[in-house]
């Protein structure tokens, strides 16, 4: 089985940066694609950014292109997403994913596992 834990979140202000950490739980990490989602208040699950197992491709929404960096350390069991020049519409709770399938995938029913997430607020 995987288990996803999520930590880092917190109350940052507008400009600000965070970085979350998606720690996994399993038999090898190496072999899953990881994804980062998030769920603001009152709305749908959206796609943040995608991971391949070796971590030579990546993926992001174009909301959050150019700020937003995934990134992995296998060696940790441990994805990360680094998010710079914090918005008040970055606001939302994060979680993050993985699925067994190679490709870089956005809809969430794609995704196998997920951790329960973690607070993002950004002040304005």
């Known amino acids: 089985q995987v288990q996803l834990v999520e930590s880092g979140g917190g109350l940052v202000q507008s400009g600000g940066s965070v970085r979350l950490s998606c720690e996994v739980t399993?038999?090898?990490?190496?072999?899953?694609?990881v994804g980062w989602f998030r769920q603001p208040p009152g709305k749908e699950r959206e796609f943040v950014a995608a991971i391949s197992w070796s971590g030579a491709s990546q993926l992001y929404a174009d909301s959050v292109k150019d700020r937003f960096r995934i990134f992995r350390n296998d060696a940790k069991k441990t994805i990360y997403l680094q998010m710079n020049n914090l918005k008040p519409e970055d606001t939302a709770v994060y979680l993050c994913a993985a699925s067994w399938e190679v490709e870089l995938m956005t809809a969430v029913t794609e995704y196998d596992f997920w951790g329960q997430g973690t607070q993002v607020t950004v002040s304005s």
């Open positions: 399993a038999r090898t990490v190496r072999m899953y694609t």
